[in-house]
């Protein structure tokens, strides 16, 4: 499986896309791969802020809840809609029409923290 080298990675199984002054984040292949069949999203609200490592959400499967962690510090600024009415496009295309939160970053240093595609394949291992 190939992990977008576009993007940095959480141990935890959430990616992080950096996009000028805002980021994307969402969940790994592999994420939604261990959960199976998502089901059901419970995302936060537009300016609701977060610390790293904070739990901004659920998603819950057929198999089992997972807790969403922030990979970074920041303010929400939108939240992926659609994923209230059609949750499994999180297994469909995790790294584009699945993303779950948009955010503005506080430190930008913080993404130094993570990890790039190779070092969180080498993780999975």
Do not use: C
């Not at 791969?33 to 057929?62: H, I, K, M, N, R």
């Amino acid at each position: 499986m190939a992990y977008p080298n576009d993007r940095k990675y959480t141990p935890e199984h959430e990616w992080i896309l950096v996009e000028g002054d805002e980021a994307s984040v969402g969940i790994t292949e592999y994420a939604q791969e261990q959960l199976g069949a998502v089901v059901y999203v419970d995302l936060p609200e537009a300016g609701d802020t977060f610390d790293v490592g904070d739990t901004f959400g659920e998603v819950e499967s057929v198999k089992s809840v997972s807790e969403l962690y922030m990979p970074v510090a920041g303010e929400v600024q939108s939240v992926n809609t659609h994923l209230s009415a059609a949750p499994d496009i999180i297994n469909d295309d995790p790294y584009e029409d699945g993303w779950l939160i948009r955010i503005s970053m506080s430190d930008l240093s913080e993404l130094d923290s993570l990890l790039d595609a190779a070092a969180y394949e080498a993780s999975l291992s």
